[in-house]
């Protein structure tokens, strides 16, 4: 907290710029647009440590690596190790997304992450009818586990760890990639990777599902129950906020929505008898991150820090690791759409 004889005497400099220098200034006509954030939150001309002048160090931020995060899970952050880099891959067939994953892989890319086509996305067989047209036209047609036994020819997925961006048929990719490691002799428990899975969100904006919501989310919960037990280094759910983004939310309503769909996924998971220390390590969350940089950081740090508090005053979570809020974030296609309208 700031003394308040030093708040009086900022306060008192404030008034005397905005009259003595911000209004003449203004009156020889500077333009007097409002500014604000792509969420249209306001953006003032000035700030002074007046306005933090209520925030508490100690418990509003704290320090990287302590509860309740809101400066980040880990002490070191990226200073200590480098994000994985992915490069959202899929061209037609198993053979052409292998060929790419291969070069990526020798460029220097830490981790592959799998575009799917949406015959495969929705759970219909390129053999279908209904597919025609769309086998392989925004990602690649994987429809049996030799397709996926193509897909990472010669490359060993112990090594690398692999996102599957792929929701109301996620449970059978997964059960795939489970299946592809057991071929390669790879432990389960050593497979590292994100499913996407997040129904709930498909519902909310995606609008990609095959069975109803209660029935989806079910399947959520059967595929948390599964990988606590057979692949604990695997995030069964990327609980997204990026479509909700995409669809039209503010930065506000983007976090307030993905934290209210994985709280609803952790009370599903403990409706069906599983700790909360054993799957929620598990959970991983997905953010957009727009062009208001200080809005974005704004929002990732209370997206952390509301979702730590909830869980233990909640949900009782002991485990720091369940209390840490891990997720991924890529640009806001909508920032890029005026730029490269053809591509986005």
């Known amino acids: 907290?700031?003394?308040?004889?030093?708040?009086?005497?900022?306060?008192?400099?404030?008034?005397?710029?905005?009259?003595?220098?911000?209004?003449?200034?203004?009156?020889r006509g500077e333009r007097k647009d409002r500014f604000a954030t792509?969420?249209?939150?306001?953006?003032g001309r000035l700030y002074t440590p007046e306005d933090i002048a209520d925030v508490d160090f100690e418990d509003d931020l704290g320090f990287p690596?302590?509860?309740?995060?809101?400066?980040?899970?880990?002490?070191?952050?990226?200073?200590g190790r480098t994000w994985t880099m992915r490069q959202f891959a899929g061209f037609g067939t198993a053979e052409e997304t292998n060929e790419r994953f291969h070069y990526l892989i020798d460029e220097g890319q830490t981790g592959l992450s799998t575009a799917f086509d949406m015959p495969s996305l929705m759970g219909i067989d390129s053999d279908n009818p209904m597919s025609d047209g769309e086998i392989g036209k925004e990602g690649v047609a994987v429809d049996t586990l030799r397709d996926m036994e193509i897909l990472f020819d010669g490359?060993?997925?112990?090594?690398v760890s692999t996102s599957f961006t792929i929701n109301p048929s996620a449970a059978v990719i997964y059960a795939m990639y489970v299946a592809l490691a057991d071929r390669q002799g790879v432990p389960r428990e050593d497979i590292?990777?994100?499913?996407?899975?997040?129904m709930l969100k498909e519902f909310i904006?995606?609008?990609?599902?095959?069975?109803?919501?209660?029935?989806?989310?079910?399947?959520?919960?059967?595929?948390?129950?599964?990988?606590?037990?057979?692949?604990p280094k695997f995030h069964p759910v990327s609980i997204s906020g990026y479509h909700i983004r995409e669809a039209g939310s503010t930065a506000a309503q983007e976090a307030a929505f993905t934290l209210a769909d994985g709280f609803a996924y952790v009370e599903d998971c403990l409706d069906r008898g599983l700790d909360i220390d054993e799957f929620g390590p598990q959970l991983s969350f997905f953010f957009n991150s727009h062009n208001s940089i200080f809005e974005e950081i704004a929002k990732f740090?209370?997206?952390?820090?509301?979702?730590?508090?909830?869980?233990?005053?909640?949900?009782?979570?002991?485990?720091?690791?369940s209390k840490r809020m891990k997720f991924h974030t890529q640009t806001a296609g909508q920032s890029l759409t005026a730029q490269q309208p053809l591509n986005n």
């Open 1 to 27: 907290m700031f003394d308040e004889d030093n708040l009086d005497e900022i306060r008192k400099s404030r008034e005397e710029w905005e009259a003595e220098t911000l209004e003449p200034f203004l009156e």
């Open 38 to 43: 792509v969420s249209n939150h306001e953006v």
């Open 65 to 79: 690596g302590e509860e309740p995060y809101t400066r980040g899970p880990y002490p070191t952050m990226y200073r």
């Open 155 to 159: 490359i060993d997925i112990g090594d």
């Open 192 to 198: 590292r990777g994100t499913l996407q899975n997040d």
């Open 205 to 231: 904006a995606q609008k990609e599902w095959v069975l109803p919501p209660e029935a989806s989310l079910d399947v959520v919960t059967d595929t948390i129950e599964f990988a606590i037990e057979e692949t």
């Open 301 to 321: 740090r209370a997206s952390r820090r509301v979702y730590a508090r909830i869980m233990d005053e909640w949900y009782d979570a002991e485990n720091p690791e």
